[in-house]
């Protein structure tokens, strides 16, 4: 009786509700959501468990829009490359090119792992680049819903590794575009693979680009990578404010 109180005011009228519909919201606060051991907590993650002006997760008095996503966008990870993240939107861009052969098939299942942890009020895009970009699904952001994350596994399968994108910009410059025009809060950048410096400065100007709404960028470096791709990829996240973290042998289980 309380939760039906608590919808049937402005909000479960509002269908501007960034939750979705007040039914899937319903489900998630009673526990019925993709992940219920957690739906509770990330929706309300701050001291009062309610939408901060900048509309992300905090306190009423919250993070303001300097932070419209609130303090915890990225948290330790449930697995051990890709990181937990609690950002309302999130863009994966993931290097699958020949060089990453032998470890293609442990990524794959780290990022169905990744996708299955969010819930269904964030919005996720996974794009697979070599030397070309591909997008697994539509041209926009979708919903973390259990159909969706069925849909992306389903086209995850048939990718592989392969191909060579080795010092190389463009297939990296295009898939930074490409994750920049979903208006991310987020985007976890992975790549095991040496690239054209100048990507550095290519991301740096589409994040300027996006003014107040400059995105927080993860990079990894998988498995191999050498000194000069590794400082340029601490460059990416520290210009991002995020973090850069290497995954070896070790951090897969191997």
Do not use: W
């Amino acid at each position: 009786d309380g939760l039906d109180k608590a919808f049937s005011g402005d909000v479960a009228k509002n269908a501007a509700d960034p939750f979705g519909s007040p039914d899937l919201l319903k489900k998630t606060l009673s526990g019925q959501g993709d992940n219920s051991a957690t739906d509770v907590l990330l929706i309300a993650g701050g001291t009062g468990g309610s939408l901060g002006p900048g509309g992300g997760l905090g306190a009423g008095d919250g993070p303001g829009a300097a932070s419209p996503f609130g303090p915890a966008m990225v948290v330790g990870s449930p697995n051990r490359v890709l990181p937990a993240v609690h950002a309302r939107r999130v863009v994966y861009l993931l290097d699958h090119s020949g060089s990453m052969l032998d470890s293609f098939d442990y990524l794959r299942q780290e990022v169905k792992t990744a996708t299955l942890n969010l819930q269904p009020f964030q919005q996720f895009y996974v794009i697979m680049f070599s030397e070309d970009v591909t997008v697994l699904g539509p041209n926009h952001l979708q919903r973390a819903t259990s159909e969706v994350k069925r849909d992306v596994d389903k086209r995850l399968e048939n990718v592989r590794a392969q191909g060579q994108n080795d010092g190389l910009l463009e297939p990296f410059k295009k898939g930074f575009e490409t994750a920049f025009a979903m208006k991310p809060d987020v985007i976890i950048f992975l790549t095991d693979g040496q690239f054209d410096p100048r990507l550095v400065n290519v991301v740096s100007k589409l994040n300027s680009a996006a003014g107040k709404a400059r995105v927080h960028i993860y990079t990894i470096a998988y498995v191999q990578i050498d000194a000069d791709a590794a400082d340029c990829l601490k460059k990416i996240a520290a210009d991002g404010a995020g973090t850069y973290k290497f995954v070896n042998g070790k951090d897969r289980g191997t």
